[in-house]
């Protein structure tokens, strides 16, 4: 061994035992801190790390009686069972669909009411208001899917109402039509106020002076949220919308099996309900892996792309 490949090496140890000695350093000045931080750790690593293994399933014909790696492997073909199987484009199309709607129109939803929410001058009125949006987050999923049945039948409530005004009463969860304004519109009224907590602190982190500023040259409410209050949170709007891009592909299977039927599979059949009746109800491990596996990747794919171009077009990013 030469000379500069001895310093190299002992270079390598000498930053290796510095950095060892920070960070035991730092763990004693803040060991409440990792204390804290440590159950968040472990929760991750038992439940989302440790079970990627299983992800192997989706490459193999897997038998329980077998377990994992003794299942025969039969490499992509579960994948392509998938891609041409008759129910692919349905699945997909549904997916997206369902997501796009919900980003256009569920997005918006929480930044435009903490908006108003700002602008209340009774702060009786204003607590008030918001615990009532807070409350449908905290309903469990089987009462709201619940609620959304009993409402929406063609004796229920919405039915009344349309029955009052001259209107045709429709059973709307028999008919595809509508599942997906169905859906929409109540995972708006379940997440609209909770998702409010975040950009009200963001927009209580502006700084007032700002808006004083503003009064003095004459600006109204309009032109003070359009050029104040929206680009002080535009980093949390941006952020959130690189997480919620990510998850385009993941719509919640819970409501949609409680709430789909034949009659609507057309609309409302989506990715996850797909893998949950392979899985779950077929017994078909390695195809219900395989279908959850390409979608952890295009939602993946999609995290990184918007990721890059937030960073790109704005500066903000996750990393």
Known sequence: MNSSSIQAATSAINKKTAFLARARKDFIRNKAVYFLVLPVVIFYIVFSYVPMYGAVIAFKEYVPAKGIFDSPWVG???????????????????????????????????????????ELKSQVFKRITQSITYMPHFITMVVVAGIIRDFTLSDGLINDVIAAFGGDRTAFLQKASYFRTIYITSEIWQSVGWGTII???????????????????????????WHITLPGIRPVILILLILKLGHMMDVGFEKIILLYNPATFE???????????????????????????????????????????????SGNSLW
Do not use: C, H
């Not at 059949?269 to 395989?290: C, H, M, P, Q």
């Open 76 to 118: 992509f073909a579960k994948f392509r069972d998938f891609f041409n199987s008759i129910y692919f484009t349905r699945v997909v199309k549904n997916t997206i669909m369902i997501s796009f709607y919900s980003l256009i129109i569920g997005f918006p939803a929480p930044i435009i009411l903490a908006l108003l929410f700002n």
């Open 267 to 313: 609309t409302a059949d989506v990715i996850s309900s797909y893998v949950y009746r392979k899985g779950i109800i077929e017994f078909n491990y390695s195809l219900s892996t395989a279908v959850g596996l390409f979608n952890s990747v295009i939602n993946f794919i999609l995290l990184i792309l918007a990721n890059y171009l937030s960073k790109k077009t």
């Open 199 to 225: 950009y009200l602190a963001a927009i209580t982190g502006i700084d007032q002076q700002q808006y004083e500023a503003a009064k003095i040259d004459g600006a109204n409410k309009w032109r003070q949220i």
